[in-house]
């Protein structure tokens, strides 16, 4: 069992950046791929990032590409998400996610909501225009 925790979120004005933070604690999650999603309400959670257990490869939504990147550090056991110019459209709660199979997974598959086995609670944030 891992346990994933968030935090980092808050209010910004657009343009600005933020960082948020997944901790995560139980065996196995250094070599489980990681990702990052966000949800608004009355919408479906979507796919933000991605990166595999090596930190080697990473993967992004065409809507962040340029502006985010995710990082971890597997000696903290802490996944990291960094936000760039932001904008208003980025306002959302945001999850942090473990794929404990990333080996089973495709392009088409990884950035869906079900290739992910364990979630945080979300951390909120807010882009002001």
């Known amino acids: 069992q891992v346990q994933l925790e968030e935090s980092g979120g808050g209010l910004v004005q657009a343009g600005g950046s933020l960082r948020l933070s997944c901790a995560a604690s139980?065996?196995?999650?250094?070599?489980?791929?990681m990702g990052w999603f966000r949800q608004i309400p009355g919408k479906e959670r979507e796919f933000v990032a991605r990166?595999?257990?090596?930190?080697?490869?990473?993967y992004y939504a065409d809507s962040v590409k340029g502006r985010f990147t995710i990082s971890r550090d597997n000696a903290k056991n802490t996944v990291y998400l960094q936000m760039n110019s932001l904008k208003p459209e980025d306002t959302a709660v945001y999850y942090c996610a473990a794929d404990r199979n990333p080996a089973y997974r495709t392009t088409a598959t990884f950035a869906r909501f079900s290739s992910y086995d364990y979630w945080g609670q979300g951390t909120q944030v807010t882009v002001s225009s």
């Open positions: 139980g065996r196995g999650a250094s070599s489980y791929a």
């Open positions: 990166i595999l257990g090596s930190g080697g490869s990473t």
